[in-house]
């Protein structure tokens, strides 16, 4: 188990310095959600492309803030999923973002969600 | 002939962006010699210029009308002598033309009461388009609208003269919502400010007036005729703030599958809402609520957050930690 504080000295990243650094992250095999992005496990059908997770980490979505998926050297690899970026991971990897801390999942195959909006005849995707 | 790669063409769709939101004084003598060349291929004299250091009222009698149906059979001459495939075409479309016209930069912010359709003359997308596609001889003229948007100004010909509006001096902006795309918006104050001091207003892309960044108010909200301007005005002053205050009804409300809150959907005057509230704790120990407008059948509370991940209600339910 692995806390907030040692995420950023870990990976660099930094959080907003109210976020309690001492909470340690829950690693989960559910469906989870860090603000206006979802991760759900899945079976992926078909896909090849797969690449590993780079060692400064994987941006699965970028908007107003990033969320960014950082993982141990060779225990992840990534391609694109139905809606947006999927993963494969064999240990423990953590999805960091400054506003919502981080979220850890456990070994298995997820794919992600951008959350959205509905707009007058169609939907839109969250700012976040 | 080469053909630039993926990077090409997103250095070329950057490149474009940074012209239009650039706050450099515009190279004026460059301006006019490009918008010279212009004049002369519509079978004009070279105007005067008349520099302006904001957007002002543009008088009647301008000649947009002549000039733009002259771009069109340009662009229509250059797309006709393309001779590139298919799938590159495509591809500077996905790479460069949509973002940046899917982009809301500040040139959308200036009016003309005249002839609205000017102001896409002066959006950069064609240009970035035909900048990734290889030249055409014997069309006149790209080269010219290139040089004008490059030397900066937006510019409105009449017959003896041309105003020129000089760039902004600050222009803000957040990411917009496709990939690539970049939207003027400021939540405390204009998004673009003009070299004289004037100022205009932007929410997430939407020219909006001043009092829906400087005084959201349900009031004001309320007699606001353009839903455009509502929502943004209600998206400033946040959702659960405008549905305190307002008698908005009230659908249903259920536990978050995802974390110790409740989901709340309600039904206002122009959209069903669901109101969230955020895992994280924010600064001040509170935990941020936040709305979501849902598609108009949204019925129950759980149904409508599992749309806003696209997925289905049970798996939502299946939620075990939403910060």
Redesign the interface.
């Known amino acids: 188990m692995i806390t907030l504080d040692a995420l950023s000295a870990r990976t660099g990243r930094t959080f907003?310095d109210?976020?309690?650094r001492s909470l340690t992250i829950?690693v989960?095999d559910?469906?989870?959600?860090?603000?206006d992005l979802?991760v759900?496990p899945a079976v992926l059908l078909g896909a090849s492309d797969w690449r590993p997770v780079p060692p400064e980490g994987l941006v699965l979505l970028?908007?107003?803030h990033p969320h960014v998926l950082v993982a141990d050297p060779g225990t992840c690899r990534w391609t694109d999923g139905p809606?947006g970026p999927a993963f494969a991971a064999t240990a423990p990897v953590y999805l960091l973002?400054p506003?919502?801390?981080a979220?850890g999942f456990a070994p298995g195959h997820y794919v992600t969600?951008?959350?959205?909006?509905?707009?007058e005849t169609d939907w839109?995707?969250?700012?976040d | 002939m080469s053909v630039p790669t993926r990077r090409d063409a997103a250095s070329i769709r950057e490149e474009w962006l940074r012209v239009a939101l650039s706050t450099e004084p515009a190279d004026r003598p460059e301006a006019e010699a490009a918008i010279a060349g212009l004049y002369r291929l519509n079978g004009l004299p070279p105007p005067g210029f008349h520099w302006v250091s904001s957007p002002p009222e543009f008088p009647p009698g301008a000649l947009t009308r002549l000039f733009d149906a002259r771009r069109r059979s340009m662009t229509r001459d250059l797309r006709a002598g393309l001779a590139v495939t298919w799938k590159r075409r495509e591809q500077v479309l996905r790479l460069v033309r949509w973002p940046l016209a899917g982009s809301r930069l500040p040139f959308r912010l200036v009016v003309y009461d005249h002839d609205p359709e000017w102001r896409d003359v002066h959006d950069v997308s064609w240009l970035a388009e035909f900048d990734c596609l290889p030249w055409v001889p014997g069309v006149e003229g790209i080269d010219l609208w290139e040089r004008a948007a490059r030397a900066g100004g937006w510019w409105v010909p009449y017959r003896d003269v041309c105003v020129v509006v000089d760039r902004p001096r600050v222009v803000h902006t957040?990411?917009g919502?496709?990939d690539g795309q970049v939207v003027v918006h400021r939540e405390d104050g204009p998004a673009v400010v003009y070299r004289d001091g004037s100022g205009a207003y932007a929410w997430?892309g939407t020219a909006v007036p001043p009092w829906v960044i400087e005084r959201p108010a349900a009031d004001r909200i309320a007699a606001e005729p353009e839903p455009e301007i509502r929502l943004a005005a209600i998206q400033h002053m946040g959702w659960p703030e405008y549905l305190d205050q307002t008698a908005a009804r009230l659908i249903g409300a259920a536990p978050d599958p995802?974390n110790d809150a409740e989901l709340r959907l309600y039904d206002t005057r122009d959209?069903?809402v669901l109101v969230v509230v955020?895992?994280?704790?924010?600064?001040d120990g509170t935990r941020r609520r936040y709305g979501?407008?849902?598609?108009?059948d949204s019925a129950d509370p759980v149904e409508a957050a599992a749309?806003?991940?696209?997925?289905t209600a049970p798996?939502?339910k299946?939620?075990?930690?939403?910060?």
């Open positions: 907003d109210h976020l309690d829950p989960l559910g469906i989870q959600a860090q603000g979802l759900m970028d908007g107003v809606d973002h506003e919502h801390g979220t969600h951008r959350q959205r909006e509905w707009r839109s995707p969250v700012f | 957040q990411p919502p496709a997430r995802g959209h069903r955020n895992g994280t704790v924010e600064r979501l407008v849902v598609p108009d749309w806003t991940y696209g997925i798996l939502y299946q939620l075990v930690r939403r910060t």
